[in-house]
Structures are given as C-alpha cells and as structure tokens.
C-alpha cells in the first residue's frame, strides 16, 4: 500500500497523508497526470475520516501537486511543478547535508541530529498551519 | 462552519439523586462529521445520550438535535424518527431470526434502505436464519449496527460501539462508519473510551470527565495547537510559572521542567529562554497524552 498514515502519532493525519502522496511523488511511485485514488475508496482503504482525506487533497491542490478535475477524481499535476518539488528538495538536502556535517564535527551524535531535527519540526508545523488559517 | 450543529448541547446538566451525572456539558457536532465523544466509564457520555434521545430529561442547560429542543416530546418524537440509535446493550428482540428482526425493523421505517441491508447482510457474514439470542457478541454488534445504518437516518448515535469486540471486529466496525459516513453523508456521534478508534476514524472530539467538556474541538487542531515542552538545566529545575495562554500541566522532575501546552511552544519557549535552559525539546503530542493529561489536571 502506497500511504499508510499512523493516527495515534500525534501528528495531524491529512498532514502525514500530504506527505506521503509527495514522497510517492518524489520517488515516482506517483507520476504526473496518474490519477490518485478517490476519497471514499481511500477512506474506506485506510479506515479513517473521509473528511481527511478529502482535506490532504484539497491542500495538495493547493499547493500545486495534484489538480482535482469535477467529477472526475484527483491527478497528479502534469509539468513543472512535481519536477519542481524535486528540485526544490535536491536544493534542501545540500542545506540539510551541511548542518548534519556541521553537527557532526561539534560531536553531536545522529540520534542527537534526528531529535533535534524532530523537535524543530514540530515547533514549525503549528506556525506553518497557523499561516494557512489566516 | 455557518452550517448549524446537528447536536447543540450548552452547559447541559443531569443530576440523579445526589449524583451530578452531567455537570455543565457542552459541545457541537457539525454536519457530515465523525464525532468521537470520549470519556472514562462513568465520566456521563451515557447520559448525554439519554437526553439527546429524549430518554432522560435534563435537570439543566439545553440539549438541541436538528435545531430541535431534545427535551420536548414532539421534537423528540422528530429526532428519533431522524436518528439511528445503538445502545450499549446492543438491544435486540432475541427470539426473532436476524431475518425477522430486519423485517421487523424495516417495517417501522418509510425510508429503509433494502439497497444497504443486502449489502451489509453480506459484508457482515450475517446469517439470516440464526436466532439473534444464538449470535456472538460481535455478530450482536453488526446486526444493531445494520439496523441502524439502513433506516436512512441522518445522524447515527453510537454508545461504545466497539466494546467488547476483538480487534478484527473492530476494524470491520470502523470500516463501516468510515464508508456509511462518506457514502451518505450523514453524521455519526460515538462515544468511546477506546482513544485508538476515535484517533483512527474521527475528524472532531469531545473529551469529558465527571459531566463536564474538558477538550473539544476539531482532532487536526488539537494536534497542531497541543505540544509539550521539554526543559533540561543544568541543576534542579526552577520552580517556574509561566504566563503563557493554554498551559495544561507543568511538571518538575530532577532536572527537567516539562509544559504541556494546548496553544502551540512559541510563547513557552519565548518565556523558557529567561531561564537559561541547557536544552529545550518540543514534541507533538498524541490524542492519548491529551486524554490523559487532561483528565489528570482536573482532578
């Protein structure tokens, strides 16, 4: 199965959902114009709110990654923008490699690294839904 | 969010005897919601129910289903007709076959659906000459869960749906919920204390404790807004009070301070720094902490 969301970790579900549909993406397990699977049969599939579901695709929209035809279902949008994600990923993980590198000649462990990186998440994902809000 | 509530319960109150049963409740279930209503046994989710179906009549406070005051025997009448009930009990006429029952039931309802009993009977595996008094109690909460699924009612209103079911059963009783729900875009108000389910299927919750809402809301906000934070000094944690909205618990443990907050860390961390902490952690936290921590901060 291509997403598997865990709805006791505490992280918002469609959040995980999103995520999961771009790593799909990212790995071209997805690819553009491939249709998705439809809200009800996924709610069903993975046992949770169809109000989720249909909130992570709405938000996908959102943000580019999948286009939601009328009566149709949702696709994985064509072009630039999932090659964009790529890109825009290939930029952020030579960020990401520096500070890990940096880290690691301060002595700082790759457990510590992990936490550290978990606890900045989770600080920022309230202020990043925050922003959608208003 | 313009839409009206389905069920509209404001600051409800049910005393027996001596006992407050329900002590100022309130909450609101929007339409096309999977509302999951968590408490301890004995926290007052029962009751609640009761006086959303018109069975008990609150001492207190106002009640409301469909924009109908649930506490006046015509509109209860109404609510009833509108609502699919399953008590606890699993009530069920025993000897009947669950054939009979069906048609039984279906009798009583205008609006049954034959299309959902074919389907159900099937998904469910429910054998229609076996007498219902003969059925395990999985079985027993499949066939009350049939009955109530397709009497086309608008709102369905579950006591612990799941209770005493093994974890298959379970799933399969979800599932079910999950697709009626998306299927026919009704509401489904459940109450449980089982917190995994309601984490799994619900999109809105209410948790009480001795009659009271402690937490309620929409499950995605809970879980963006509550965050505990992780303190570590150098020596013993100071004994700090923080004027930050949303503080549900400070705890002091050797060297750590622990805050759980249900607004966010910014404005913990913001107040933290004046502290001089040698490490600061924030993590999300699960449905079960906020049961339980909420839970623990009122008594």
């Known amino acids: 199965m291509l997403f598997r969301p865990n709805p006791s970790s505490g992280v918002p579900i469609y959040l995980q959902l999103m995520e999961q549909v771009k790593h799909a993406i990212e790995t071209g397990a997805l690819r553009p114009g491939e249709q998705l699977p439809g809200i009800r049969p996924l709610a069903e599939e993975l ?33 630039a923008r999932p090659k964009k994600i790529t890109d825009r990923l290939r930029a952020a993980q ?32 309230k202020t990043k839904a925050g922003g959608h809000r208003g | 969010m313009a839409e009206p509530s ?57 009640a409301r289903v469909f924009e109908l005051p649930a506490d006046a025997p015509a509109s209860s009448v109404e609510i009833r007709r509108r609502t699919g009930f399953v008590s606890e009990e699993k009530d069920l006429i025993d000897y009947m076959t ?29 054998p229609s000459d ?28 579950l006591d612990e749906p799941t209770s005493g079911l093994d974890p298959a059963m379970t799933e399969e009783v979800l599932q079910a919920l999950v697709a009626h729900a998306a299927g026919e875009g009704m509401t489904v108000f459940f109450s449980s204390h089982q917190i995994a389910e309601v984490d799994q299927i619900a999109d809105r919750v209410a948790i009480i404790e001795r009659g009271r809402t402690v937490v309620c809301g929409a499950l995605d906000d809970l879980r963006e807004r509550y965050r505990r934070v992780q303190l570590v000094f150098d020596g013993d944690a100071p004994a700090a009070s923080f004027r930050a909205p949303g503080i549900v618990r400070v705890r002091r443990r050797g060297r750590v301070l622990t ?30 902490e906020i049961f339980l921590e909420t839970i623990a901060a009122e008594e």
């Open chain 2, 98 to 126: 669950v054939g009979e029952i069906v048609r039984f039931t279906a009798a009583f309802y205008p609006r049954w659906r034959r299309d959902l009993e074919e389907k159900y009977l099937r998904a469910f595996e429910l």
């Open chain 1, 47 to 79: 046992v949770i709110n169809p109000n989720t579901v249909a909130k992570a695709y709405r938000e996908l929209e959102h943000e580019g990654v999948i286009e939601l035809r009328h009566g149709a279902g949702a696709f994985v949008a064509d072009s």
């Open chain 2, 259 to 288: 805050v759980l907050s249900s607004s966010g860390a910014d404005a913990i961390l913001d107040e933290a720094r004046a502290l001089a902490p040698v490490a600061t952690d924030v993590v999300p936290v699960t449905l079960k």
């Open chain 2, 6 to 62: 389905v069920i509209d319960v404001a600051n409800l109150r049910k005393a027996w005897a001596d006992v407050e049963a329900v002590n100022g409740l309130t909450l609101q279930v929007p339409a096309g919601s999977i509302f999951g209503f968590l408490g301890r046994n004995g926290a007052g989710k029962t009751t609640t129910i009761k006086v959303l179906l018109g069975m008990v009549r609150p001492s207190g406070g106002t």
């Open chain 2, 130 to 157: 076996r007498k219902v008094k003969l059925l395990s109690r999985g079985m027993r909460t499949k066939l009350a869960l049939l009955l109530a699924l397709c009497r086309g009612a608008e709102l369905l209103v």
């Open chain 1, 94 to 125: 030579t960020v990401v490699a520096a500070a890990v590198e940096r880290l690691r000649e301060r002595g700082v462990n790759d457990e510590e690294i992990r936490r550290l990186f978990e606890a900045e998440l989770a600080g920022l994902s």
